[in-house]
């Protein structure tokens, strides 16, 4: 049985205050877990794309947090990101995202990291503003039908 689509109730508005234009950022530095590494193996001692990508979602995450309602949750819908550029492992980064469309359930960022040489990384990350009981909701059932899958129900 395939779980059916994530289609969840309609917003009437996003709560007033959230504009085009507003800006988040977020430092970190880079540490040894967040280099690529696979199977044990590490590629190179530097940021790894699925790390940046954190750190840019969280950036754009915190444009959004304010104007949930109790009942609402923020989650991802969409990445698009290039990684330009390595920061190596000890290397400060700054992830900073600004809102550039806002539609009745849907936040897009502009995301881009930074780093001492400059540009990191940069793209876009759309987030959709969802009801968080019905997502939970969903959540189970999809986690049950895993279980029943896997066959340990």
């Known amino acids: ?9 309609r917003r009437e508005e996003i709560k007033p205050g959230m504009e085009i234009g507003t800006v988040s ?26 790390s ?15 104007y949930l309602e109790e009942h609402e949750e923020g989650v991802g819908y969409e990445i698009s990101v290039r990684h330009l550029a390595p920061a190596p492992v000890g290397s400060p980064v700054t992830c900073r995202a600004v809102l550039t469309e806002l539609g009745d359930r849907q936040v897009v960022t502009r995301v881009e990291a930074w ?20 997502f939970r909701r969903r959540l189970e059932e999809t986690a049950e039908i895993a279980r029943k899958e896997s066959g340990s129900a």
């Open 25 to 50: 950022e977020v430092s970190f530095t880079v540490t040894p877990d967040m280099r690529p590494a696979f199977e044990g193996s590490v590629v190179h001692d530097a940021l790894s794309t699925a």
């Open 52 to 66: 940046m990508i954190v750190w840019m979602e969280w950036a754009a995450r915190r444009i959004i947090l304010p």
């Open 1 to 9: 049985m395939r779980p059916r689509s994530l289609q969840l109730e």
């Open 115 to 134: 780093g001492r040489a400059g540009l990191v990384g940069e793209g876009t990350f759309t987030q959709m503003i969802v009801d968080r009981e019905r």
